[in-house]
């Protein structure tokens, strides 16, 4: 079984500052890692993927992320904010294929993560 | 490219009554989801399918059934609906390589009332 937490369901902040959003994971198996954003009205596009390799992975947008195993976390970071990035922010995971068999892609998602810039 | 077109955007039902939500994708994905979102609790998967005629139950299926009789198609029935089924649903899609993201509608708003 996974789950995922974010850590804040809302996060203020002022443009042009700096913003982590914090996602912790648990599994029983290795996980892909995901960070999706939705805009208000809108459907969820993918920011960033972690798959393998380099634990800092750069998304779209001016958005990474730090894969950290031993804390099994994966929190995403933008060293400056704009008003155009205020919109949810979900964590989600979902199981590498096992040897012999397949995970089907399944996602777990965290709660969602609020973000607000203001001017 | 479409991608992941979800119908309607918005529908009102009255406790009881049933309806389907269309989910079409045009990438040719064998991958195909059904998850529902409420506000603070993130997005749970209801049912999902990995080609045509093979379907499964996700987390939360219970008051829905699915059918998946294209590739292209991926329906979402509710039989009698209530009003814990208020939410939006969100159809998804992916190819099978084992690394891939999925793709999202815009989803559908439902109020039950």
């Known amino acids: 079984a996974q789950s995922v937490t974010q850590l804040d369901s809302q996060v203020p902040v002022f443009e042009e500052a700096p913003v982590e959003l914090r996602c912790n994971y648990s599994?029983?198996?290795?996980?892909?890692l995901f960070w999706y954003v939705q805009y208000p009205n809108q459907g969820l596009q993918l920011l960033l993927k972690?798959?393998?390799?380099?634990?800092l992975v750069k998304g779209i947008n001016g958005f990474e992320a730090e894969f950290n195993k031993s804390q099994t976390s994966f929190h995403l970071r933008k060293p400056s904010v704009h008003i155009s990035d205020t919109a949810e922010y979900f964590c989600a995971v979902s199981d590498r294929a096992s040897a012999g068999g397949t995970s089907y892609g399944k996602l777990t998602f965290g709660q969602g993560t609020i973000l607000t810039v203001h001017p | 490219n479409a991608g992941v077109t979800q119908t309607p955007k918005f529908r009102i039902l009255k406790i009881g009554q049933s309806m389907t939500l269309q989910c079409t994708q045009d990438?040719?994905?064998?991958?195909m989801y059904w998850y529902r979102q409420d506000p603070g609790m993130g997005l749970k998967l209801i049912y999902y399918s990995v080609g045509a005629g093979i379907t499964d139950k996700g987390e939360v299926p219970n008051g829905y059934n699915v059918s998946r009789s294209t590739t292209e198609d991926f329906p979402l029935r509710l039989e009698l609906a209530a009003p814990s089924q208020t939410s939006v649903y969100f159809c998804?899609?992916?190819?099978?390589?084992?690394?891939?993201?999925?793709?999202f509608g815009q989803g559908t708003r439902l109020t039950v009332v």
């Open positions: 998804a899609s992916r190819p099978i390589t084992d690394s891939a993201e999925a793709f």
């Open positions: 972690y798959l393998s390799g380099s634990t």
């Open positions: 599994s029983s198996v290795s996980v892909y």
């Open positions: 990438m040719n994905h064998n991958y």
